[in-house]
């Protein structure tokens, strides 16, 4: 699994973990979190942190006109994942680490 966000400049960052097979007929979390004051990516699967990037640089990140891409790459829309999508949420600020914990846990997932 990976996560890309493309900055105002067009600048992406992208976080890969890959550790996880997603083709396993399971249901997954993944979460992804952008710190700007500490310039940090988190990406947590399954509600365990997968992967963590600093982007050093100060960057600009708005929710404006952009297109979001939820299954495939902006630039290269042919990559596609092959299954189903749900509960996709997009947060005002950064969530913590019990947020993300308590997202993962909330669901009728654990019930399958």
């Known amino acids: 699994m990976s996560f890309y966000i493309v900055d105002t400049a067009g600048n992406d960052i ?15 979390s993944l979460i992804a979190t952008v710190d700007c004051d500490s310039r940090t990516i988190i990406l947590y699967i399954d509600g365990n942190v997968a992967s963590t990037t600093n982007y050093g640089a100060e960057r600009v990140f ?11 790459m902006y630039y290269t829309p042919i990559y596609f994942y092959t299954g189903d999508l749900d509960d996709i949420r997009v947060y005002p600020k950064t969530l913590s680490v019990p947020e993300v914990y308590s997202l993962y846990h909330e669901g009728a997932w654990n019930l399958l």
């Open 14 to 28: 992208s976080v890969v973990s890959t550790g996880l097979t997603c083709n396993d007929n399971a249901w997954h």
């Open 62 to 72: 708005e929710m404006s006109a952009q297109e979001l891409w939820f299954g495939s």
